[in-house]
């Protein structure tokens, strides 16, 4: 026989659908779901685990409804009966909003429905829970997009359960960008200074990533400097929140290739399995080439991936991408306009693509990885009614 202790430690480590079935076979389990330390204790398992799924949606302007919001298993397996959240959780994201970041089992949703004040709230679809979130000084115009950074916090001695972090820009060309922290706990924005990102250079704020308590942006590629301006090729803005310092990072010579291509495209993700670096990642002509940033005060990158979609495996004529991602620091994930597929890229040797799920989000899609977890949204959060 298990223990009470054990039973505890076993469910900790099954997704929330599971441990609702549990909690309904008696009276001693029915709170389960509820208590605060075993929430915390499934999340960070979880965290440890890995993410195992992935939400995908139409590419587009903020300001435009998602419409189509799929979640599916990177694993392969796509079926509504074994996935983590009920159906209605999806279909509220895409009436209501769209998806901008995620998290540890939460995600940051765009409110664009009339039937909601706030501009954007934390939602977590497992639970059903979700928590609307203050308007920050600057998100005045609602046709702007967010500039947002969102990250759960698997660390006991951080106050807050999650980093949410707003990047406001303001409108004189050149000026450095304002960057608002909230606290979940107090249900405040705090000022966390400036973010120097270059003398007029454009951010790319779709993949954004925060890392040991600094946010890295990476610029855009446009040639619009002058060949002899230290800003003429693209970079990576490092900011350390917590002391307001920036530091510019410079890319790898090898990525600037191709910069001319439409189909060129360069990415940040982590990267690894601890999950601990950041990875840069260049699309062009169907290539795929990876290089991880090993050391920050010199810039240096080494190159530790680079194939053609067909030598992983896809031959399917006039082929184009659609959309990519890292997940869990080692997993590639490629779509096309109607297939998304996984590439292990922790093998050594040179693998196949493998078939992960049919998607309907059309040709330019975003990807955000997906944990099931009891993680709450914060203080005051309520249930979405039935």
């Not at 605060?36 to 890995?50: I, M």
């Not at 195992?52 to 189509?68: D, M, T």
């Not at 959780?89 to 995620?102: E, K, M, P």
Request: charged share 20%; hydrophobic share 35%; aromatic share 14%.
């Amino acid at each position: 026989m298990f223990s009470e202790t054990e039973l505890l430690e076993i469910f900790s480590w099954l997704p929330v659908k599971v441990i609702y079935k549990f909690s309904s076979l008696c009276k001693s389990l029915s709170q389960l779901p509820k208590e605060d330390f075993f929430a915390k204790k499934q999340s960070k398992n979880t965290h440890l685990v890995g993410d195992k799924y992935f939400l995908i949606q139409p590419y587009s302007c903020q300001s435009y409804k998602a419409g189509k919001l799929q979640l599916h298993s990177w694993i392969g397996s796509s079926t509504n009966d074994v996935l983590p959240v009920p159906y209605n959780s999806l279909q509220f994201i895409a009436t209501t909003g769209r998806v901008l970041r995620s998290s540890n089992g939460l995600v940051c949703v765009r409110n664009l429905s009339n039937h909601y004040e706030k501009s954007y709230f934390i939602f977590n679809p497992a639970t059903n829970y979700w928590l609307q979130i203050p308007q920050a000084d600057g998100f005045d115009c609602r046709d702007i997009d967010f500039k947002i950074v969102f990250e759960c916090n698997n660390v006991d001695n951080i106050a807050d359960d999650y980093t949410l972090i707003s990047v406001i820009e303001i409108s004189e060309w050149g000026s450095d960008p304002f960057c608002k922290i909230y606290s979940s706990r107090e249900n405040i924005w705090k000022d966390a200074g400036r973010i120097n990102i270059g003398a007029g250079r454009n951010i790319c704020y779709e993949t954004t990533v925060y890392q040991n308590g600094s946010i890295y942006l990476i610029s855009d590629t446009g040639q619009y400097f002058r060949e002899d301006s230290p800003f003429f090729w693209p970079y990576i803005v490092a900011y350390d929140v917590n002391n307001c310092v920036t530091k510019l990072l410079k890319l790898p010579k090898s990525s600037r290739e191709g910069m001319d291509d439409l189909d060129y495209k360069l990415s940040i993700f982590k990267w690894g399995n601890s999950n601990k670096y950041i990875c840069l990642v260049k699309l062009n002509n169907n290539m795929f080439t990876i290089w991880a940033l090993t050391d920050e005060e010199t810039s240096s990158w080494h190159q530790v991936f680079k194939m053609h979609v067909k030598t992983m495996g896809l031959n399917q004529f006039d082929l184009r991408v659609a959309g990519f991602t890292i997940l869990n620091g080692n997993i590639l994930l490629i779509a096309t306009n109607l297939m998304v597929y996984r590439y292990d890229l922790s093998t050594k040797s040179s693998g196949e693509l493998q078939e992960v799920c049919h998607h309907g989000c059309g040709e330019n899609v975003i990807f955000h990885s997906f944990s099931s977890t009891l993680r709450p949204c914060g203080t005051n959060a309520t249930k979405l009614a039935a």
